[in-house]
């Protein structure tokens, strides 16, 4: 019975950790505290225990060690024992000797057995949890490929990574994005947090973090270092802007990104649910970043302020919305890229047009400056849109009957004028 129940205590455990990845000597550590403990709950002690693993047979022997003793100087009953006593046991056995008495597990009952089991796979528990927080600590940074297995109602969607949870939050997603159970999943580790001792590991899609992984991923020349991202920033789902130069005068760093025919690039937009991604070629030249940031848009001129974090850039007049983008996404994304602040003017001839600023007594500086948010920056620029458009360019701060009134009044400036 002895051997059966150690048998049976050692091999089972032994199998979780195995499969946990836990250390054998940790795992032998681990059992010998589980039994020393079992011990003090019984003699209140275990100074006079020794506790012997055998894992390789299976075995565990717990030896009660007791010093032989005259009755008349017995003073501790747990580590000592009487002559009289001891040698009914081994009559060879004499004064001041050591008697070592084997003790069966089950000795120690079925509850004190139980609870050392809970005990131990609680520890092993607690160890894979640390095992994960270390390991996915180390992957932060690195693409995981998991499976989808549930979808909160808050959207935030669950994967199982090797028989790990991962989390991806709703706002770590591509707003295209649409995942349901059994799916493939590809995202980037962020980061990994305990929260009331059980490791969380966030990953994400929307992350610059991960962009930068798939260049790697797929350009070659990028994962050797040969080309370099000196800058990413990103609209997810829509667009991104990628700063790249190389380090060998031989290879064209746009071209070698976006591939023969856009190979290359066209893998990850795929992965990004067909976000367009600007591929240009860094330059410490800030004026001459700030034009190639603003493509597709051409730039007439650029004008920097003295310490470099505010630029005023005209372009051609049917320019304007190229370089402010759907929902103003493109001059978002060149103002993060070049770390300054853009204002888009467009180039007119002044004596045909009238400057907006004309118009603030008119309109308040507050919708001036909204007019100039989304490129308009004289009169002519405002008739160039409809009142529908002027509304939905402004997000709605212009509503329709305002946006009426700015057409009428600056029609009406213009017949005058005429």
Known sequence: MQNDLSKLIISSFAEIAKDKGIDRDLLLSILEDVFRTMIRKTYETDDAFEVILNADRGEIQILH???????????????????????????????????????????????????????????????????????YTDRVGEIILGDVYQVRHNKDILVNHNGVELLLPKNEQIYKDRYRKGDT?????????????????????????????????????????????????????DRSKVAVVSHDERVDPVGACVGMKGVRIHAIVRELQNENIDVINFTPDKVEFIKRSLQPAEVVKVELDEEGNKANVLVPADEVSKAIGKGGVNIRLASKLTECEIDVYREVEEEDDIDLSEFEEDFGADVIKQLHDIGCDTARSVLEMNEAELVSRTNGEIDEDLAKKIIEVIRYEFDEEG
């Not at 962020?190 to 009331?196: A, I, L, S």
């Not at 797929?218 to 920033?233: H, Q, T, Y």
Request: charged fraction near 35%; hydrophobic fraction near 40%.
């Open 65 to 135: 060690v007791q010093e032989v003793v005259p009755e008349e100087e017995l003073t501790d009953p747990v580590a000592e024992i009487t002559l009289e006593k001891a040698q009914k046991i081994d009559p060879d056995i004499e004064l001041y000797d050591e008697l070592a008495q084997e003790i069966k597990i089950e000795d120690f009952g079925r509850r004190a057995v139980m609870m050392a089991r809970q005990q131990l796979a609680q520890r092993i528990r607690e160890i894979e949890k640390d095992n994960i927080y270390e390991d």
């Open 185 to 237: 999943i590809r995202a980037v580790v962020t980061g990994v947090h305990m929260r009331n001792g059980n490791p969380s590991v966030i990953i994400s899609r929307t992350s610059e973090l991960f962009l930068e992984r798939l260049f790697e991923n797929e350009i070659p020349e990028v994962f050797d270092g040969i080309i370099e991202l000196k800058r990413i920033a990103r609209a997810p789902g």
